[in-house]
């Protein structure tokens, strides 16, 4: 069985530009999540999926994160403008329907 | 709402010896716990995961945890430590649907030859 596939493992931008990150989860996963890991710290949850409609966004910075998962299946999670603290590791992760998450490999991001 | 503490954020153990990573939770609902390990630049691995049944839960890698209701806790334990148990450790609850899953800000453990 194929894992959570993430794209790409790392990026660089400057302060003010954009950046999307991408995500496949494990086929008929249903509920999807995007998490926000910063150096040292655990993952926080930033927004969660159940198919298409978001279940929970309540600590999404929506002023300039924006996701979406057209069709259920793959996601995207943008940030516009970033600055120098969302520099982390973005994981993804889908959840089995016996109740665990498993993870894609996370894609770091630095905001220089 | 659920939350996760992690006693030590960092512990350190000889090769052979006892790993104990302990986790307490806070939760208004029959949680369900789980613990995972992160290598370096990974994701994270499901090592075990406690959702109702029995009360000690066996997992990958020789790592097992025991739920004790009483105490709030999930303590996770290994008998002997090898030298590839280093990484860091997180534990995390969630309700039996799978909501608010939150996870602790993880144990980082070393293991000295």
């Known amino acids: 069985e194929a894992g959570v596939a993430q794209s790409p493992r790392y990026k660089i931008i400057e302060k003010r530009q954009s950046v999307a990150f991408w995500c496949n989860p494990i086929?008929?996963?249903?509920?999807l999540y995007w998490y926000q890991q910063i150096l040292g710290q655990g993952p926080k949850l930033l927004i969660q999926?159940?198919?298409?409609?978001?279940?929970?966004d309540s600590q999404l910075p929506k002023d300039r994160f924006s996701a979406e998962r057209l069709k259920g299946v793959d996601s995207t999670l943008k940030i516009q403008p970033a600055k120098l603290e969302d520099s982390a590791v973005y994981l993804c992760?889908?959840?089995?329907?016996?109740?665990?998450?498993?993870f894609g490999p996370g894609t770091r991001l630095t905001v220089t | 709402a659920q939350s996760v503490t992690q006693l030590g954020s960092h512990v350190s153990v000889s090769e052979g010896a006892l790993v104990l990573l302990r986790c307490n939770y806070s939760s208004s609902v029959p949680p369900y716990l789980f613990w995972y390990v992160q290598y370096p630049n990974q994701g994270l691995q499901l090592l075990l995961k406690?959702?109702?049944?029995?009360?000690l839960v066996k997992g990958i890698n020789g790592f097992e945890a025991e739920f004790k209701k009483s105490e709030t806790s999930f303590h996770l334990t290994k008998p002997s430590a090898h030298m590839r148990d280093a990484a860091e450790y997180f534990c995390?609850?969630?309700?039996?649907?799978?909501?608010?899953?939150?996870f602790g800000p993880g144990t980082r453990l070393s293991v000295l030859p």
């Open positions: 995390a609850v969630s309700d039996n649907y799978g909501q608010n899953f939150v």
């Open positions: 999926f159940q198919n298409n409609g978001v279940v929970d």
């Open positions: 406690y959702t109702s049944a029995a009360t």
């Open positions: 086929s008929g996963h249903a509920t």
């Open positions: 992760a889908s959840r089995h329907s016996t109740g665990e998450q498993y």
